[in-house]
């Protein structure tokens, strides 16, 4: 796997990961009913079902591929922390792995402002 492959790659899994997380936080927060046990269960699994297919999409798959995020030098840290991450989530222990993930969320949070 080519270094370019491992970041695509790590893009998506960041972009699946707070995508995710981002989408369930407006859910829960229109329908609190869908966080409660099993129909919680079922909405993160369809949500992520769903953002899946969108990011491995053509049109995703082409932006993540063709569109360099370091545009500026703004992009770096976040860039830094999503291949880190990937990495850690695939040799760390549980520990290592709550870290990273929680370096990325900080790092996507300073580089992009969600809203609704």
Request: with cysteine; glycine share 6%; hydrophobic share 45%.
């Amino acid at each position: 796997m080519t270094s370019f492959q491992i970041y695509v790659d790590s893009m998506k899994s960041a972009a699946l990961s707070l995508g995710k997380k981002a989408v369930l936080k407006l859910i829960f927060a229109r329908l609190p009913f869908l966080a409660w046990g099993p129909l919680g269960m079922i909405a993160g699994y369809v949500v992520e079902k769903i953002l899946t297919a969108f990011i491995n999409g053509n049109e995703t798959a082409i932006f993540f591929k063709y569109i360099d995020f370091r545009v500026n030098g703004q992009s770096g840290d976040f860039i830094e922390k999503a291949l880190e991450n990937d990495r850690i989530q695939r040799e760390g222990t549980e520990d290592e792995k709550i870290k990273a993930k929680k370096a990325l969320e900080d790092a996507f949070d300073k580089f992009i402002c969600l809203s609704n």
